[in-house]
């Protein structure tokens, strides 16, 4: 069964402040992506990455910088943190290839709140 | 560039009545689509995809190219489909890789 296991559930920064949140699959997945979940908006893609130390901007990157150093972890960093980055933040993980098989698996989450 | 529609932001409907999740798509590709819910504090996780031509929690979604639509249906709701579903289009990204565009969203609420 494909673990995504996300740092923390709950986060609270101050604006300014460098956040990390890290991410863990323990499936051997070679692609990792981040998105944002905000009401009305669905999800978007932030970064994604498809190998290690690979990494690929998605549709909103700005504001963010990931990092992947092992295929396990995926790293998503916010330099200095804004209230506009208050959101809920997934994390996802799949094999690649076009395969009918390869969907996504989601972690739980983390929901930060920049004050 | 890619995009997937879901008019609905919100959908109310009593217990036993059908259920339609709207979902249209915009890409230049072969598509291929996926729903994924959200049932109140669990992960998203996939519900069915269309290449699969499958039936999960009694829910079916038919891709049609010259609607561009992937609308999902169910004949006849349960309380327990309350949750937040989203249609998403896979999109390749280069170097053997792809990603997923979703919509907005479809907050179904199943009324007792």
């Known amino acids: 069964d494909v673990k995504v296991t996300q740092s923390s559930r709950y986060l609270v920064k101050r604006t300014g402040e460098k956040v990390f949140l890290e991410c863990v699959q323990d499936?051997?997945?070679?692609?990792m992506f981040w998105y944002r979940q905000d009401p009305g908006l669905g999800l978007r893609l932030i970064y994604f990455?498809?190998?290690?130390?690979?990494?690929e901007k998605g549709d909103i990157p700005e504001g963010y910088s990931v990092s992947r150093e092992k295929k396990e972890r995926f790293s998503l960093i916010l330099e200095s943190a804004s209230t506009n980055q208050t959101s809920m933040y997934l994390c996802?993980?799949?094999?690649?290839?076009?395969?009918?098989?390869?969907?996504?698996?989601f972690g739980p989450g983390t929901r930060l709140t920049v004050l | 560039a890619q995009r997937v529609t879901q008019p609905e932001k919100l959908l109310s409907v009593f217990k036993g009545a059908p259920v339609e999740l709207k979902c249209n798509y915009s890409?230049?590709?072969?598509?291929?689509l996926f729903w994924y819910v959200q049932y109140s504090r669990q992960r998203l996780q996939l519900l069915l995809r269309?290449?699969s031509r499958e039936s999960i929690k009694g829910f079916t979604a038919d891709l049609n190219k010259g609607e561009t639509s992937f609308h999902l249906k169910k004949p006849f709701a349960q309380e327990e489909d309350s949750a937040m579903y989203y249609c998403?289009?896979?999109?390749?990204?280069?170097?053997?890789?792809?990603?997923?565009?979703f919509g907005k969203g479809t907050k179904l609420s199943v009324i007792p």
């Open positions: 996802a993980s799949s094999i690649p290839g076009r395969g009918s098989y390869n969907e996504q698996f």
């Open positions: 499936m051997d997945h070679e692609n």
């Open positions: 990455s498809y190998d290690v130390k690979m990494k």
């Open positions: 890409y230049s590709g072969s598509p291929e």
């Open positions: 269309h290449i």
């Open positions: 998403a289009l896979r999109t390749y990204s280069g170097a053997g890789s792809y990603q997923l565009t």
